[in-house]
């Protein structure tokens, strides 16, 4: 394990990775109530690669999201009453109650959106390098997609336009080990990096339950592609605490999986012990973030619980740009 | 004013575009041609020759050739869009939407309703159809009822060259994602076109030809042949009201239920497979509008229900011919 870095804001970290997670484990808890409409994915578990990332974009950079999109959006700067309302349907929801948990978005943070087509927002990301490189602007596309993106084909024709353009794209794979119920490990050949260096493009192992890790090899990316190096690769492997969707009842999990990943390779719990260790931070400090975040988490999910759904006019509204009558 | 060929008016509205619009670009396979190769540059200007000649005046910047892989630039478009360019796409042939429809059915058409009104994808997306060039089963289809269907996209579908460079335009400037369709033969009609730029509405359909004895309503190169059948009824004292819808999306459906009213004989005449077709959908518009004013049941003119052969002979039977639409008219008025 690699020293803190100096430069690492430990407190901000370590209040982004807890929000995430005590968001997605209240949603968790209210999904099993019943009153979520829809599929919600969860991200628990994931959160240092959400953060450890967005730390270093700006609100003008672009995030490319898939269905598992919550933690991205809190991480990019999503309001966090915005997304609970829209997992609910609610009225005031960041997509107005038409998106839900699998599209949500923040387009005034560059969080373009959670896109539940698997593998379909690798070539937006693409798109937005593309629009960077175009005006000279120095701002970056981050790609994320799972270990189940990463065997469609549009992912790999977006690396090879990437790379052949010399776009500022970064194309994160969040392998949490499992596409649904299918495993990495049998579904995907060779390994991820390779492929990617199959197009020229630079690839890294990531370790996705030490933050520090994903912060320190990402940061270098950016780097790289705001000076105009072009696209680089992450392979970030990440631990899931619940199933690919709520209600999945994970009889595809080994028994006593998730329980050795929530105590072995928790980052949240990891980074603290760290932290701590290394005198970075208070425990008193770091309970006081926790009481803090618990209180957000469950103060916009109970305010999206009892918000009232869209009104019924907005059914026809934003189908063109301007209102089309059906 | 100048006679010009849809060719080049295309041309003319992209360059023009360009001129006007630095946000405006080009891509797509072969749209220039030659790139990376050691010989000519701008070697074939796309497949057509549509775009020859763009290259010079915007390099290779705004005039961009991609490998052959749809899914990829297409939704290189999209994001750029979304990021505020004017991408202007070109897909060499509709059949190719094959490999890249998750990107049309899913993503661009979806954006601005999904996101809340928040995104925006102003893309235009360029592509050839059609029979009648030997081309087979897989260079020929008409495929644009299956985008017309997708709620949150526009479709156009010119029938000559002044409309193309009046739609394209349009289209460009709109800010919602555009489907654009050419028909192969529609290169090299020949029309009246201003040199300067302009902008024809979309939803506004062009009444080509009015008569009282039975409306046809015709689809893109389909308006041409209808026209033919239309001088030919003239000669036997049969005079047709001629439509042409120029978008299929938004559609002008008040210029169509005035006209069907007029007549009260419809002919829908559409180069599309017809199960779907536009021509199932006029014919349903009419049914659930106005029934009462038709004399007489409408008739659809498509091709039959299979894949487009390729001997000329075969090639010639399938597409829809003006003696065709003669017969639909005149079976509408009993004869």
Known sequence: ?326 | MSIKTAREAIREALAAEMRRDPRVFIMGEDIAGGMGAPGEQDAWGGVFGVTKGLLGEFGRQRVVDTPISETGFLGLGIGAANAGLRPVVEIMFVDFFGVCFDQVLNNMSKFRYMYGGKAATPITVRTTYGAGYGAAAQHSQALYPIFAHIPGIKVALPSNAYDAKGLLTTAIRDEDPVLFFEHKSLYDLQGEVPDESYTLPFGEAAVLREGKDCCVVAFGHMVNIAAKAADQLAEQGIHITLIDPRTLVPLDTDTLLEAVENCGRLVVVDEASPVCSMASEIASLVATNCPQVLKAPVVKVNPPPVPVPFSPALEQAYLPQPEDVVKAVKKTLGR
């Open chain 1, 1 to 326: 394990m690699s020293a803190l870095p100096d430069g690492l804001d430990v407190h901000g970290t370590y209040r982004m990775m807890r929000l995430l997670r005590e968001f997605e484990d209240q949603m968790h808890v209210a999904i099993a109530r019943g009153t979520v409409p829809g599929f919600t994915h969860l991200y628990a578990g994931e959160e240092a690669s959400a953060v450890g990332i967005c730390m270093h974009l700006r609100d003008t950079d672009v995030l490319c999201s898939t269905h598992r999109a919550h933690g991205h959006f809190l991480a990019k700067g999503g309001d966090i009453k915005a997304l609970a309302l829209e997992i609910f349907g609610k009225q005031g929801g960041c997509c107005g109650g038409k998106g839900g948990s699998m599209h949500v978005a923040d387009w005034s943070r560059g969080m373009w959106g959670a896109n539940a087509i698997i593998g379909a927002s690798v070539p937006h990301a693409v798109g937005a390098g593309f629009a960077f490189q175009y005006r000279g602007e120095d701002g970056v596309a981050v790609s994320f997609g799972g270990d189940g993106a990463s065997n469609q084909g549009a992912g790999f024709e977006s690396m090879n336009l990437a790379k052949i353009l010399n776009l500022p794209v970064l194309f994160v794979l969040e392998d949490n080990g499992y596409a649904e119920t299918t495993a990495a490990s049998w579904a995907c050949a060779g390994n991820p990096v390779a492929r990617a260096a199959g197009f020229g493009i630079p690839g890294v192992e990531v370790d996705g339950t030490d933050v520090v890790d994903v912060w320190t090899k990402f940061g270098a990316g950016v780097a790289h592609a705001r000076a105009g190096k072009g696209p680089m690769f992450f392979h970030v492997r990440v631990p899931i605490f619940h199933g690919h969707y709520e209600g999945d009842p994970e009889t595809y999990r080994a028994p006593g999986e998730v329980k050795a990943l929530r105590e072995n390779a928790d980052c949240l719990g990891k980074f603290r012990a760290r932290v701590l260790a290394a005198g970075r931070a208070e425990a008193g400090a770091l309970e006081a973030i926790d009481a803090e975040c618990a209180g957000a988490a469950a103060a916009a999910i109970a305010k999206a619980a009892d918000a009232p759904f869209p009104p019924l006019e907005s059914l026809k509204t934003h189908v063109l740009s301007r209102s089309q009558e059906v």
